[in-house]
């Protein structure tokens, strides 16, 4: 297989100069194990070995079918697909992933949708395709999500940002890695976020006692139990960007109005981004309430980065110790002031929302298979023991079933369910010749799902994430949550870190069950639970 790393030797003439120096490959591309010598080899022949099976690149393919023959929905002059879509059975604004997979399921594993405003957008499926996608589009991977964001930051009423500084979520190319080269440094190290692993476990164990406080008298949680992940998420997340509490768990309101702006502001995102792009012409109402949220959190991240500005300035050089994740972004070349506040707005932004998510399904996944849950908490009582010492990296690296737990919860249902590409140049998927400006959408909840690469894919198996399964993974790029290559996520390490503490915190104390219907999850750029969250939480 091609990887990152293979990728980056070759990328000498890429639109990000020096890229294949700076990027660490320790977050390239994930790779199947293989020598460095061979995975030239297969670089330098143009070929990529997936499971098995060699497949040859653009360049080897002859006489694609062009572009208007990907097969999709009836398209309508102006409108394109949308009357289509609204008038399909199966469409349901809140669940739009359902309606793509029943396209899936119609046309096979490429389908062409033509939106009003948009053109024509490609969702593919295929983790061959995906891999071809992040491969080709490495040097300069565009991605062209949260447009409605931008559009408030350029017209911002106070000019706070600039042009091509709207942050790492908005900008592309050279625009882009500036920030981005320079922010990984401080949130993706792995080092980096283990050494606030104490001041996290010390949150988590204070939330799961606060649990402990909110069941009735029937053992269950709250039905609006996510509103309390939002407070655990926010004050784990301060931790390691502040280095300080602020609160969130005893309900300060300086935390209730960051969870809500960056609530708020998803929420919008998902109306304006999956919408029509009326928005682009005229405010309209998600885009005004997005707008309203965001400059709430623009006050209150500005504040936060001043004061962390000045107790930098008014410690003596000696006695300054180690930085905080803020402080460190504050003394580093070649990032403003501005470019602090905006990551860190988008740090809070994407944040609060993803791993709480993200913890409600895998508590949901595991109260509903009472045999995962038993091998889950046999691991922490081997690892942990009574769970009075506080957790270390050696206990951290201990924690396999715990992490394949995560990990099988975002294969079923990633956090998000696509990802999305802007194409610079023509490439071929599925034996048709997709034109360069494209969007394409890449669907990682439908690849998550194949029997091919995920056998019983509906059913909940933590296992198979196991290193001794013989039939572990064939193709990285069929579960990617956080995405690959240089625009991987750039919180997915203190995302992680939290969700494991939380998740072995939680099941060492107590037993989950859901006693209640099915949940079939809507989306709001995200996926969310559509019922109340009644946990019942009765002591192990």
Not at 390 to 414: D, V
């Given at each position: ?11 000498k003439n890429s639109v990000l100069p020096r890229i294949c120096r700076t990027y660490s490959p320790c977050y390239a591309i994930p790779r199947a194990p293989s020598s460095l010598s061979r ?502």
């Amino acid at each position: 297989m091609v990887t990152g790393l293979s990728m980056l030797m070759l990328a000498k003439n890429s639109v990000l100069p020096r890229i294949c120096r700076t990027y660490s490959p320790c977050y390239a591309i994930p790779r199947a194990p293989s020598s460095l010598s061979r995975m030239r080899e297969a670089a330098c022949r143009g070929v990529s070995s997936v499971a098995g099976v060699a497949l040859e690149l653009d360049s080897g393919i002859s006489h694609p079918r062009p572009h208007s023959e990907i097969p999709g929905p009836m398209a309508w002059p102006i409108l394109g697909t949308m009357p289509s879509m609204f008038t399909d059975p199966v469409y349901d604004s809140t669940r739009l992933p359902r309606l793509w997979e029943s396209y899936f399921k119609k046309y096979g594993r490429i389908f062409k949708l033509n939106l009003l405003g948009q053109g024509d957008v490609i969702f593919v499926s295929d983790p061959v395709d995906i891999e071809h996608i992040f491969k080709e589009t490495f040097e300069n991977p565009i991605r062209p999500f949260f447009e409605s964001l931008k559009k408030i930051r350029m017209n911002n009423k106070t000019k706070y940002f600039m042009e091509n500084e709207t942050g790492i979520f908005t900008e592309q190319g050279l625009n882009w890695w500036r920030v981005r080269s320079q922010v990984q440094v401080h949130a993706m190290k792995t080092k980096t976020v283990a050494k606030y692993l104490p001041q996290v476990d010390q949150v988590a164990q204070d939330f799961i006692t606060r649990c402990g406080g909110l069941r009735d008298d029937k053992n269950e949680l709250p039905g609006e139990f996510m509103d309390e992940l939002f407070k655990w998420a926010l004050e784990s997340l301060c931790l390691v960007a502040l280095n300080k509490r602020v609160g969130c768990l005893e309900g300060s309101e300086e935390g209730q109005r960051i969870i809500k702006a960056a609530i708020t502001m998803m929420s919008c995102a998902n109306e304006c981004e999956y919408g029509i792009h009326l928005w682009r012409y005229f405010p309209t109402s998600p885009l005004r309430r997005m707008w309203k949220a965001h400059d709430d959190l623009l006050e209150v991240v500005i504040t936060k980065v001043h004061e962390a500005k000045r107790d930098l300035e008014a410690r003596e050089a000696e006695e300054s110790g180690e930085l905080n994740t803020l402080e460190s972004l504050l003394t580093t070349p070649g990032l403003s002031f501005k470019d602090v506040v905006t990551f860190m707005m988008d740090l809070f932004f994407a944040g609060i929302d993803t791993t709480s998510s993200t913890a409600v399904f895998t508590m949901y996944n595991l109260a509903r298979s009472p045999e995962k849950q038993t091998r889950l908490q046999q691991e922490l009582d081997q690892v942990l023991g009574d769970g009075r010492q506080p957790l270390t990296s050696h206990h951290m690296a201990r924690l396999t079933y715990t992490k394949a737990c995560i990990r099988e919860t975002l294969r079923m249902l990633p956090t998000t369910p696509v990802n999305i590409r802007k194409l610079e140049k023509d490439i071929t998927l599925q034996g048709y010749r997709v034109k360069a400006g494209t969007k394409v959408f890449i669907s990682m909840k439908e690849s998550g799902m194949m029997e091919e690469y995920f056998p019983r894919a509906t059913e909940f198996l933590p296992e198979r994430w196991m290193r001794d399964q013989p039939d572990r993974l064939n193709n990285q790029y069929a579960s990617i949550p956080f995405s690959v290559g240089t625009r991987m996520c750039v919180g997915r390490r203190l995302a992680e870190q939290e969700l494991y503490v939380f998740l072995a915190r939680l099941f060492l104390k107590y037993n989950l069950e859901y006693k209640y219907s099915e949940w079939d999850p809507v989306m709001r750029v995200l996926y969310k639970p559509d019922k109340p969250q009644n946990f019942t939480m009765t002591e192990r």
